[in-house]
């Protein structure tokens, strides 16, 4: 079956790094992404990794993923209160059309 | 990529009526989906809008409650009928980019009083 698991607050003070982790259990997953939501916004999607990787970079953002224990995190380095968000840990599976499964969310605190 | 708008972006409905809420896309894409926010919550699939057949849609979600359209590849519209409180929801359209990623709507926040 298809679940997603994510710790449902994160507090940090502004420069420090953040990581906000993410289990699953459906060991054919083929992307694993993170979305950031904003109050009163949509979702926009930060960074996604491919099922085969361990690690993708980007500027502030750093992924890793454990594919033995099933574990994906993201850390934002330098964290900014802009990055005050709620951030959504979600699976695609192709073979259920590339449906995405979303975890519950992890509401990020920045305080200044 | 892709730029997804929705309309209308908010709105305040009496129990019982339905409304219907337009996705575009800004460019042609093979795969729409439809997905719910309730208060607080994560995001649910309603359903995947294909592109000139019925739309498929997930357990606890039906084709009377929840009619979905899909005239051509940039767009979609999704009615919600009969609508209650608990209808009550944010509403955000995605699209598959065919690179493997989706991209998300700005939404349509639906109040039912």
């Known amino acids: 079956g298809e679940d997603v698991e994510q710790s449902l607050f994160l507090s940090v003070r502004e420069g420090d790094s953040s990581v906000i982790n993410c289990t699953y259990t459906?060991?054919?997953?083929?992307?694993l992404y993170w979305y950031k939501q904003e109050p009163g916004a949509g979702l926009q999607l930060l960074t996604y990794?491919?099922?085969?990787?361990d690690m993708k970079q980007d500027q502030r953002l750093t992924v890793l993923l454990n594919k033995k224990d099933k574990h994906l995190s993201l850390r934002i380095a330098d964290t900014q209160t802009g990055d005050s968000a709620i951030y959504f840990c979600?699976?695609?599976?192709?073979?259920?059309?590339?449906?995405?499964?979303f975890g519950a969310g992890t509401i990020l605190r920045v305080k200044s | 990529s892709a730029v997804i708008s929705q309309k209308p972006s908010r709105d305040i409905c009496q129990r019982g009526t339905s409304l219907t809420i337009q996705c575009q896309v800004d460019?042609?894409?093979?795969?729409m989906f439809w997905y719910r926010q309730q208060p607080g919550q994560s995001l649910t699939l309603i359903a995947t809008?294909?592109?000139?057949?019925?739309?498929?849609?997930e357990s606890g979600f039906v084709i009377d409650k929840f009619p979905i359209s899909r005239p051509n590849l940039t767009f979609s519209t999704l009615t919600v009928s009969n609508m209650s409180p608990e209808d009550s929801s944010i509403y955000l359209c995605?699209?598959?980019?065919?690179?493997?990623?989706?991209?998300f709507g700005p939404g349509t926040r639906l109040t039912v009083l």
């Open positions: 995605s699209v598959d980019s065919g690179t493997d990623t989706q991209y």
């Open positions: 459906d060991s054919s997953s083929t992307y």
């Open positions: 990794i491919f099922s085969n990787m």
């Open positions: 979600a699976e695609s599976i192709r073979e259920y059309g590339n449906k995405l499964v």
């Open positions: 460019s042609q894409v093979t795969m």
């Open positions: 809008a294909n592109q000139g057949s019925e739309a498929t849609y």
